[in-house]
């Protein structure tokens, strides 16, 4: 099939080209199953090498090729052509600066990320046997879901609260956050609840649910999100998840 893709361009270091422009490429026997990363490669392999996007492990484990797509958050090494349409717009990911074309500046996401204390904390030595801090099943499984976070960005960038305000700390250091919080073995758990209890932190989420469907790999963020919020709300993280008296913010979510 032959397929139209309008991609949302921009140089600011280059005279003329500072501000946005759309320009179309025309890619002839594009098969169904093609994904859109591979288009875009050939396009800058065939048609104009300037295109510049990022990207690395090309199977939806790094992350780095967020972009919006047809008005959509996704990674593009994981979107199908046959799920798009024979015009199909890109652009790069809201909310943060563009560096060129479908490249932004991350600085600001990995801030926010940096902020909440992404990393294991507990200083007791460890127990008796020595190897490894135990945990049950059932502790585990109340985080399991956000251990699957690749730091993409696809939740912060849809979030309107984030382009309001881009202080929001954002849903997916929200994520990382909840990830923590909740790991019985960890001890700063209250350290991160005070960092999002902040002016900036989860309350700035208004539960519009625009996080949930972007993610790529499928996490409950706005769940995530409201569990966190009771969590401040009772200033402890046990019993409160995973019973009926979670707020669950959104169908699904
Ligand atoms: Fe990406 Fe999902 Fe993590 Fe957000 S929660 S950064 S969408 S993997
Ligand atoms: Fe934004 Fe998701 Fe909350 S889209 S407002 S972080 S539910
Ligand atoms: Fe790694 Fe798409 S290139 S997730």
Redesign the pocket.
């Known amino acids: 099939m032959e397929v139209t893709i309008r991609i949302k361009r921009q140089n600011p270091e280059m005279p003329g080209k500072e501000k946005p422009y759309w320009q179309e490429f025309v890619l002839k026997d594009v098969e169904p199953t093609d994904r859109l990363?591979e288009m875009l490669h050939r396009i800058k392999w065939e048609q104009d090498g300037t295109l510049t996007l990022?990207?690395?492990?090309?199977?939806?484990?790094?992350?780095?090729?967020?972009m919006r797509i047809n008005g959509v958050n996704h990674?593009?090494?994981?979107v199908l052509m046959k799920d798009l349409g024979p015009k199909v717009t890109v652009e790069p990911i809201l909310g943060l600066p563009v560096i060129k074309d479908l490249v932004v500046d991350m600085e600001p996401f990995f801030a926010h990320y940096r902020s909440i204390m992404p990393f294991f904390v507990n200083d007791t030595p460890l127990p008796e046997d020595g190897r490894e801090r135990r945990q049950s099943q059932a502790d585990r499984e109340v985080f399991d879901d956000t251990t699957k976070c690749?730091l993409?960005a696809c939740c912060t960038t849809s979030c309107p609260s984030f382009w309001a305000n881009g202080k929001y700390v954002g849903p997916a250091a929200i994520v990382q956050a909840h990830r923590f919080i909740f790991d019985t073995r960890d001890q700063a758990w209250e350290d991160r609840i005070n960092i999002l209890a902040e002016p900036n932190g989860v309350w700035r989420c208004r539960t519009v649910y625009n996080c949930t469907p972007a993610c790529?790999r499928e996490i409950q963020v706005t769940r995530a999100i409201g569990e966190v919020k009771l969590a401040i709300r009772r200033r402890k993280r046990e019993g409160i998840v995973n019973t009926k008296d979670v707020v669950i913010a959104a169908p699904g979510g």
């Not at 990022?54 to 967020?66: I, K, T």
């Not at 990674?75 to 994981?78: S, T």
């Open positions: 990363l990022r990207r690395s492990c090309a199977h939806g484990v790094c992350g780095s090729d967020a990674l593009a090494c994981k690749i993409c790529p």
